[in-house]
């Protein structure tokens, strides 16, 4: 990998810690407004459950990326300011990919849609009979992927963060 220029990679570095702190901030909001500020509506739908579940792992994604190169392992060739070791690049891995469960939830937030305004669905029965594979997917696949990168080792620093390699 071609060594990137301190001046370049601090630029990196510092767009993506500001941009993870202000996504995690609104995802932070989105939570507390779906669920904790007023107890009696609260994740009393599909839709608030489904915003729930995506900044929840919105959160994770968001850390990961906003980490950026410092879990790298610190002796990691043409690598500055990469100061973590085999674990903290292995956690940066698991949080990518457990984070990437919010581009599922985005996809099924569209389908709500799709499925209230073309044919109609009401809360109830889109909550009987697809909410559960709503849930399912988007939390199952990513988790299985991560715990199978993690049994198997296959998080290693790839390109500019810790990723399956």
């Known amino acids: 990998m071609a060594e990137i220029f301190t001046s370049q990679t601090l630029a990196l570095m510092i767009t993506g810690m500001v941009s993870s702190c202000l996504s995690i ?46 879990p790298a392992p ?20 698991f949080f990518s990919v457990l984070g990437s469960s919010c581009m599922i939830y985005n996809a099924f937030l569209s389908f709500h849609y799709v499925l209230r305004v073309r044919y109609n669905m009401s809360d109830k029965m889109e909550q009987k009979k697809v909410e559960p ?26 390109g500019n963060k810790c990723w399956i390699e």
Do not use: W
């Open 74 to 93: 610190s002796d990691t060739p043409g690598v500055r300011y990469a100061f973590g070791n085999v674990t903290t690049c292995t956690l940066q891995g």
């Open 133 to 158: 594979f709503i849930h399912g997917l988007s939390i199952g696949y990513p988790l299985a992927l991560g715990v199978y990168g993690l049994l198997t080792r296959q998080f290693n620093f790839v």
């Open 25 to 70: 901030m609104g995802s932070s909001l989105i939570i507390y407004k779906t669920a904790f500020s007023n107890p009696k509506e609260a994740l009393d739908d599909v839709y608030k459950r489904i915003l729930f579940g995506m900044s929840f792992f919105d959160i994770f994604q968001s850390i990961s990326f906003g980490l950026s190169l410092i």
